[in-house]
């Protein structure tokens, strides 16, 4: 008798510093775990409008960089990209994509990507989910996956997102100050790590066997637990000064 096929998976993402390669990984190893055959496929933005800014962290002077991406953002521009051969084409049973807010959209090049042939040939009738990494806002961003997603001819399923610590103006301080290398800044001002917080993992893992389970109902071996004690550190206490 022939083996069971196992589910085919992709995760498709951007990221610049990494934050959403962290969730992407996470998410494919928990599948791995439970018997699926997962493909992680990461898009580059190749535009020579816009790629030359995205090169190296830190960056100089980030605040010129990041703004003169905002009326790209705004007018909800595509550009050119890097596809890798997995999602240009290809059956999958269940999609993930994952992407940075960028001024509150979605970013421009899965954008991009969600808006290509690429994601209407791979999308077509597969069930998918997003994911979002932000210092804080990520309404839009995910909302706009799920919109163009539909529109690509897939099957909604769920979300989720994952923002920094820090109310607003912490976060964005401490944001700037790693995204500049002024790492000073953060310790003069106490601020909260920029970032994923700790024990994101088991955020991304219950997202991912939640997903998988209303997907592909009975098709994957029982999600693993994880002991409680290789979860979220505890939180650190700042002594009151
Ligand atoms: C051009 C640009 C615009 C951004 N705009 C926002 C924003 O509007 N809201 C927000 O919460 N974070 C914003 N961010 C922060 C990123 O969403 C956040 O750092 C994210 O985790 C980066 O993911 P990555 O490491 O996978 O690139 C922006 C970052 C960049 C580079």
């Known amino acids: 008798m022939d083996a069971p096929t196992k589910p085919k998976v992709l995760i498709v993402y951007f990221t610049f510093s990494k934050q959403t390669e962290r969730v992407a990984d996470v998410i494919g ?10 493909t992680k496929a990461r898009i580059m933005l190749t535009d020579k409008r816009w790629a030359a800014r995205f090169e ?15 009326p790209a953002q705004t007018r909800q521009a595509t550009g050119e990209i ?23 959209r979605v970013s421009l090049p899965i954008r991009t990507w969600l808006k290509s042939d690429h994601a209407a040939k791979i999308l077509a009738g597969k069930p998918f989910g997003a994911f979002s990494t932000s210092r804080r806002y990520w309404t839009h961003n995910v909302g ?7 529109d690509a001819g897939g099957i909604w399923i769920d979300q989720t997102h994952f923002v920094a610590q820090g109310n607003q103006v912490q976060s964005m301080m401490s944001w700037l100050s790693y995204m500049s290398g002024f790492t000073w800044v953060d310790r ?12 994101f993992e088991t955020q991304a893992r219950d ?3 939640e997903v998988a389970d209303r997907a592909l109902p009975g098709r994957l071996t029982a999600a693993v637990e994880t002991p409680a004690s290789v979860e979220a550190p505890a939180a650190v206490e700042t002594p009151a000064s």
Do not use: C, H
């Open 29 to 38: 190893e928990t599948l791995e775990a439970r018997g699926a055959e997962v």
């Open 82 to 104: 890097g596809v890798p051969p997995a999602a240009q084409d290809g059956d999958y049973d269940l999609v993930f994509i994952g992407s940075p807010t960028w001024w509150f």
């Open 56 to 70: 190296k962290i830190p960056m100089r002077f980030p605040m010129i960089k990041i703004v003169g991406m905002l």
């Open 188 to 199: 003069l001002f106490r601020l909260p790590p920029t970032n994923l917080k700790p024990g």
């Open 207 to 209: 997202y991912a066997n």
């Open 144 to 150: 706009e996956v799920e919109a163009f997603g539909k």
